[in-house]
């Protein structure tokens, strides 16, 4: 989720005069305390005596807590479309990926919850709760009595907007699974991309501050795209384990890139100073090593959960046979029967 997720003043007063607005500068969305639309100018960047910096708008927090969801998520993502592939494979049927997953160990009860949907949708609505009101003196008030936008709310209400996209992808999944044909194939998986659609667009309009500061979150930009076009490309391509494996995978970078960005801004890193121009040159080639381990990471999970399902189903899996129809013929469209603890059969419904 978006990552500034500290709040800065508007308490919800709006007796100040908004005269000054017309003169605020895009830079300061995130930024000012006070009450109400008033204007607080400063630096983006401040000098403690010790010479360190530090950033006057953002938080360590604000880009970690996003990064361990999306490393949870993209990790989630990675392991149940491994075993998804593996298990169909195991037993000849054919391959399709899903835009969420259940369960796949624990009591049966565990496995039929559309556990993930129900975090998605739980999760963002706390989110929107914290930025509009817990924690606040009042609800954070968008419009003011003179008619004009809060400034200092209008953060609030656009990280509010980007969870609601992810909530609304859950409520899809949720109708989706308890009814199965009241909606069209794909919807689950374009809602999906929908959300990261909006985290992107919202995001890239919140580029401020040094050039460092720029780089990092533009990075986090095309990471984002990515994820929304790997979300339509997978669509197009779901019986593809390569063409599945770019939305979890890229959803993990992301969940990285976050962490790493809260290393790079506020722990006053004095190889990422804002006026040391080899900080910013730096940090595509942190991104880059990012990018490789985690598609080494990628690899070697699947080779390690091949072993592990290869010796559990007491046959050799072979990926290359990822596409293979069983031999009753054709796409099983409403579902797969895998091979559950005791002998059973569980029924995976196609997301």
Known sequence: MDGNMDHHGGDGDHDHQHGDHDAMQMDDMAGGSG???GHMDHAAVGRRADGSYYYTHGAFLGHIVPGAFFIIWGTWWLVALFDQFLTTVAFKHQFRSKSWYNVFFGPVWL??????????IVLPFF????????????????????????VDNINDWQHSAMYLAFVLSG?????????PHGTPKGASLGFVALAFLVQGVLLVFHLKGPSIE??????????????????????????????????????????VW????AFIMFVSDPAYDPD??????MVPAVFVLHMMWICVLGVVALAVMRVIYSKRFAREIDLNAGGAVGAVGGKN???EYRPVMGGGVDLDLPH
């Not at 496995?111 to 998605?120: N, S």
């Not at 795209?225 to 890229?250: H, K, Q, Y």
């Not at 976050?258 to 960005?261: C, E, K, S």
């Open 258 to 261: 976050w962490v790493q960005t």
């Open 214 to 255: 720029v780089m990092v979150h533009l990075i986090l930009v095309l990471v984002i795209f990515a994820t929304f076009i790997a979300c339509v490309f997978e669509g197009f391509n779901r019986d593809s384990v390569v063409a599945s494996s770019l939305r979890p995978m890229l959803t993990l970078l992301q969940g």
């Open 171 to 179: 409520f899809v999944d949720l109708f989706g699974y308890y009814v």
């Open 111 to 120: 496995r039929r919850m559309p556990l993930e949907p129900l975090i998605k």
């Open 35 to 37: 009450s109400g639309g």
């Open 333 to 335: 469209q409403n579902g």
């Open 276 to 281: 040391y121009m080899g900080g910013t040159m």
């Open 127 to 150: 989110g929107i709760l914290g930025e509009l009101w817990l924690g606040h003196p009042s609800w954070r008030t968008l419009i003011a009595p003179d008619g004009k936008f809060v």
